[in-house]
């Protein structure tokens, strides 16, 4: 690897015919990625997500708020989970998996030091219920970040559909998830607000198993359109839509908080939409 122009250059010659090129430097919008070889393949969609994760400053944030005490692995809190965050979005659905990052010079092209599975263990470990709270100030604070580069609503009106899912667990020692879902697995049953449109997930909040599927709805709607203002959503009409199963006085509690929150100018939403729990 050797630098060039401000910038680094990798290059790796297989054995066979075929070259590697890539460029990186510290600034991602610099990387320029080529592939000369039919037989390579790359999670190259991740400089996407790198590049706007690095100009949304997203590893500062979990550094700045997120204070895992004296715990084993409460150091480097901010390269961890940019590692966890790439691993997943290349498809990983476990810690080992987070190793395919550690192949050739990807780290130089993430923006942060990519840490191995091991250690990432150590540090999921590390964290307690609690701890939730504090990856909830890091969201809010990078919604409010996207928002303010364009990725927001602005003065439009906001319609936000709040359904629960199933998240699978297995093992016995994953606090919160190990009592049994309604769906007879054992796993959490988070909420999810998703903006209407765009898909975007705005907020979550975890939960055991057990929990009603309406349960803490009210209180999580009132949250995420405070949330969704604070980020910059400044438009008068703001509704919101909850799953089918969120049926009884839950629904229309949450409804009423929505109005008060909005002065009497949130739209009571529309009828609910089915959306099927996974």
């Known amino acids: 690897m ?11 010659r297989p054995e066979s015919e075929g070259t590697f090129l890539m460029r990186s430097s510290h600034s991602l919008d610099a990387v320029a990625v080529t592939f000369d070889d039919e037989r390579l393949v790359a999670d190259a969609g991740l400089i996407l997500p790198a590049t706007l994760a690095q100009h949304l400053g997203l590893r500062a944030l979990f550094d700045d708020h997120v204070d895992l005490g004296d715990a084993v692995g409460h150091a480097n809190v901010g390269h961890k989970a940019m590692t966890l965050i790439h691993s997943a979005l290349a498809g990983g659905d476990s810690i080992d998996d987070a190793d395919a990052l550690r192949a050739g010079s990807t780290q130089a092209v993430l923006g942060h030091a990519v840490l191995a599975p091991s250690t990432l263990g150590t540090f999921l470990r590390s964290f307690t219920w609690g701890h939730a709270r504090q990856l909830d100030k890091v969201s809010a604070l990078l919604l409010g970040r996207a928002f303010a580069a364009g990725a927001g609503p602005g003065g439009d009106p906001v319609t936000i559909d709040v359904d629960s899912s199933i998240c699978e667990t297995y093992g016995l020692k994953k606090q919160g998830g190990t009592k049994f879902t309604y769906n007879h697995v054992r796993g959490y049953h988070p909420l999810f607000a998703v903006m209407a449109g765009t898909g975007d997930v705005v907020h979550c909040r975890p939960r055991g198993g057990n929990a009603h599927s309406g349960r803490g709805a009210a209180g999580f709607l009132t949250e995420t359109f405070n949330r969704v203002r604070a980020a910059g959503a400044n438009g008068h009409n703001a509704a919101g839509r909850l799953g089918v199963l969120f049926g009884g006085g839950g629904h229309r509690l949450s409804q009423r908080r929505c109005a008060v929150l909005d002065h009497g100018e949130a739209a009571q939403g ?3 939409r089915h959306r099927q729990d996974r």
């Open 2 to 12: 050797t630098r060039e122009n401000g910038g680094y250059e990798a290059s790796h």
């Open 270 to 272: 529309p009828a609910r």
